[in-house]
T-cell receptor
Framework: GQNIDQPTEMTATEGAIVQINCTYQTSGFNGLFWYQQHAGEAPTFLSYNVLDGLEEKGRFSSFLSRSKGYSYLLLKELQMKDSASYLCAVTDSNYQLIWGAGTKLIIKP | SAVISQKPSRDICQRGTSLTIQCQVDSQVTMMFWYRQQPGQSLTLIATANQGSEATYESGFVIDKFPISRPNLTFSTLTVSNMSPEDSSIYLC???????????FGEGSRLTVL
């Protein structure tokens, strides 16, 4: 079956760095996405990786290793507003979007 | 980007009734998607709304329970029929190019079925 694993919850301190991991097993691969979802709100797109390596976008970076079926989202200089759920999603060979359950990130002062 | 308006934003419904959720996009889009997000869980695709033809439903979802309309390229509706408490969820309308990966979501409609 198709599966995406990410930690259920993480806690970090304001100003610090946190890495949220995502591993996947899917039928083929056409891209990996990270979305941010604040409580009670809709998900918003953060990043897209289709080739191996690191994609940097401001305080957020996303890394992909296709051979390992692994990605991480790196958040630097954490702010209280970064408290949210972070969803990892993968498109398989049929461009079916498979969603992880999300990682709830709690930022403490 | 796309701006998506959904309504109602929330509703409390009685068992056995039906509710229609509307999704309006500020630009013409080819594909519109309807997702469900149950409390504490990730997104589950219900169906893809196709303009001019029947929606394409995912495994576990059927047209009788979740009829969908797509009269034009900027609007779609999802009806949750004969509701039960198990249908209590957030329903999200989404547009975008799944191949490109970036989806835009409406604010969601939070349904509570008593």
């Amino acid at each position: 079956g198709q599966n995406i694993d990410q930690p259920t919850e993480m806690t970090a301190t304001e100003g610090a760095i946190v890495q949220i991991n995502c591993t996947y097993q899917t039928s083929g691969f056409n891209g990996l996405f990270w979305y941010q979802q604040h409580a009670g709100e809709a998900p918003t797109f953060l990043s897209y990786n289709v080739l191996d390596g690191l994609e940097e976008k401001g305080r957020f970076s996303s890394f992909l290793s296709r051979s390992k079926g692994y990605s991480y989202l790196l958040l630097k200089e954490l702010q209280m507003k970064d408290s949210a759920s972070y969803l990892c999603a993968v498109t398989d060979s049929n461009y079916q979007l498979i969603w992880g359950a999300g990682t709830k990130l709690i930022i403490k002062p | 980007s796309a701006v998506i308006s959904q309504k109602p934003s929330r509703d409390i419904c009685q068992r056995g009734t039906s509710l229609t959720i509307q999704c309006q996009v500020d630009s013409q889009v080819t594909m519109m998607f309807w997702y469900r997000q149950q409390p504490g869980q990730s997104l589950t695709l219900i169906a893809t709304a196709n303009q001019g033809s029947e929606a394409t439903y995912e495994s576990g979802f059927v047209i009788d329970k979740f009829p969908i309309s797509r009269p034009n390229l900027t609007f779609s509706t999802l009806t949750v029929s004969n509701m039960s408490p198990e249908d209590s969820s957030i329903y999200l309308c989404s547009v975008g190019d799944r191949e490109a990966g970036e989806l835009f979501f409406g604010e969601g409609s939070r349904l509570t079925v008593l």
